[in-house]
């Protein structure tokens, strides 16, 4: 099997061009909008509590856009930045 390897979030966003923003996340928002939609239905029909719906679509969302990279790091962005790409 192949690896595949992905540069991090900080850094493909840091290179990003402000006209290929949209283009790049407009995939990311329509996957999250279907998934919330499912959570919230599994809220209404009581497969889930409020509070587990909640944590569910902040998870989902934090693996999407990358909540690790940009906020819960021991040192910023712009710390990441000034590194060589890593590749994982």
Do not use: C
């Amino acid at each position: 099997m192949t690896e595949t390897t992905t540069t991090s979030l900080v850094h493909q966003y840091a290179a990003m061009k402000p006209t290929e923003f949209g283009k790049n996340i407009e995939p990311k928002w329509q996957v999250a909008g279907k998934l919330v939609k499912q959570v919230q239905d599994s809220v209404e029909q009581k497969f889930l509590t409020p509070l587990d719906g909640a944590r569910l679509i902040s998870a989902i969302t934090a693996s999407l856009f990358g909540y690790d990279e940009f906020i819960l790091r021991e040192f910023s962005p712009e710390t990441l930045l000034s590194a060589p790409p890593s590749r994982r």
